[in-house]
Nanobody
Framework: VQLQAFGGGAVQAGGSLRLSCQAS????????MGWYRRAPGKERELVAA???????DYSDSVKGRFTMSRDNAKNTVALQMNGLKPEDTAVYYC???????????????WGRGTQVTVSS
């Protein structure tokens, strides 16, 4: 398994969680990574991204609440999530940036995600 996300859980609205992702094998976080999520009944979406140069951007839905970081030496990325909302409920994954669109629907490509559940 080249990608493993950790740190999910169940929290109440307004709470916080910190996700982490360990990359291995051919995947180097220094090349650019994204945090993606898939909510029940919805398409997978990109919510945070860091480029090879270190530029970070967020989807409008999480901007101002989520913070992405990277540790190239440890080959890990993290996602600090504050002010969680019920609509943030999803399975969260990390993967390369950009993701391979040909494999977008291949569960094996996404590795081990972590469930985040936010109750109102």
């Amino acid at each position: 398994v080249q990608l493993q996300a950790f740190g999910g859980g169940a929290v109440q609205a307004g709470g916080s969680l910190r996700l982490s992702c360990q990359a291995s094998g051919r995947i180097r976080v220094s090349n650019g990574m994204g945090w993606y999520r898939r909510a029940p009944g919805k398409e997978r979406e990109l919510v945070a991204a860091i480029t090879s140069r270190g530029s970070i951007d967020y989807s409008d839905s999480v901007k101002g609440r989520f913070t992405m970081s990277r540790d190239n030496a440890k080959n890990t990325v993290a996602l600090q999530m504050n002010g969680l909302k019920p609509e943030d409920t999803a399975v969260y994954y990390c993967n390369s940036l950009p993701a391979d669109v040909i494999r977008w629907d291949d569960d094996n490509y996404w590795g081990r995600g972590t469930q985040v559940t936010v109750s109102s």
